[in-house]
């Protein structure tokens, strides 16, 4: 059983990243696709699809790369299983002074720092992404 599966798919991704593969294949949960989707509207990756190899179901994300270099440059967890972060409305971080993303757990879902701010809401912190 796995302890933190955010964490699993932020590693799978940055470890996939950092040897320039094409895709990366994640187990599929609800919160994991929410995240997914989060990337794609940030332009971190190029999209995801799901696949199913019988009973089990699969994220399949495609990495984007600019010319020689990577568009995600970092992935890190924030609120863990053993020190939960939470952040209010007025509190909401910033990563890199606004050129990342912070990806929140609200009441709306899971959102980027952009649209949790926008909607006046605060959550659990779950990631920086830059």
């Known amino acids: 059983m796995m302890t933190d599966p955010i964490a699993d798919m932020l590693t799978r991704i940055r470890n996939a990243n950092s040897a320039k593969h094409k895709t990366v294949d994640i187990p599929l949960s609800r919160v994991k696709n929410q995240i997914a989707e989060i990337l794609v509207n940030e332009g971190y990756v190029s ?39 939470y952040a209010k409305s007025d509190n909401l971080p910033k990563v890199l002074n606004g050129l990342g993303v912070a990806i929140v757990s609200t009441n709306m879902g899971i959102v980027s720092d952009k649209v949790a701010r926008k909607h006046n809401v605060g959550g659990e912190v779950l990631a920086f992404i830059w």
């Open 47 to 85: 999209s995801y699809e799901i696949i199913e190899d019988g009973v089990k179901k699969n994220m399949r994300i495609t990495l984007k790369y600019g010319d020689k270099a990577r568009v995600l440059s970092g992935l890190r967890r924030i609120s863990k299983p053993g020190l939960r972060v």
